[in-house]
């Protein structure tokens, strides 16, 4: 079956990095977008970015120019570098996985349009 293994989540300060990490498997991977969702407490789900099979990548407005998305194929990873950390950005990170020619470009940050789901790792930022 499926399995989205997300790691490298903790705590960090204001202004602050991290890298998180995604490990798929169950999946063949090269065919599927691969996202970043987070949900803070009392809050929806949200999108954060994604990245298409062969590379192009999609942000959320609101973490534009301080994350990156990356994936490498030949090992089924994706990867999300958060840089310029702010406590907003406090969060359970989840990861996602919808089949590429099922997600339209019109609803490619709705979380709806995703197969499967991480069980998320955490990010607290502390100002």
């Known amino acids: 079956q499926v399995q989205l293994v997300e790691s490298g989540g903790g705590l960090v300060q204001a202004g602050g990095s991290l890298r998180l990490s995604c490990a798929a498997s169950?999946?063949?991977?090269?065919?599927?977008?691969m996202g970043w969702f987070r949900q803070a407490p009392g809050k929806e789900r949200e999108f954060v970015a994604v990245?298409?099979?062969?590379?192009?990548?999609y942000y959320a407005d609101s973490v534009k120019g301080r994350f990156t998305i990356s994936r490498d194929n030949a090992k089924n990873m994706v990867y999300l570098q958060v840089n310029s950390l702010k406590p907003e950005d406090t969060a359970v990170y989840h990861c996602?996985?919808?089949?590429?020619?099922?997600?339209?470009?019109?609803?490619?940050?709705?979380?709806?349009?995703?197969?499967?789901w991480g069980q998320g790792t955490q990010l607290i930022v502390s100002s």
């Open positions: 996602t996985a919808g089949k590429a020619e099922d997600i339209s470009m019109l609803t490619i940050r709705n979380s709806r349009q995703y197969d499967y």
């Open positions: 169950g999946l063949t991977f090269s065919r599927y977008f």
């Open positions: 990245i298409r099979n062969y590379g192009s990548t």
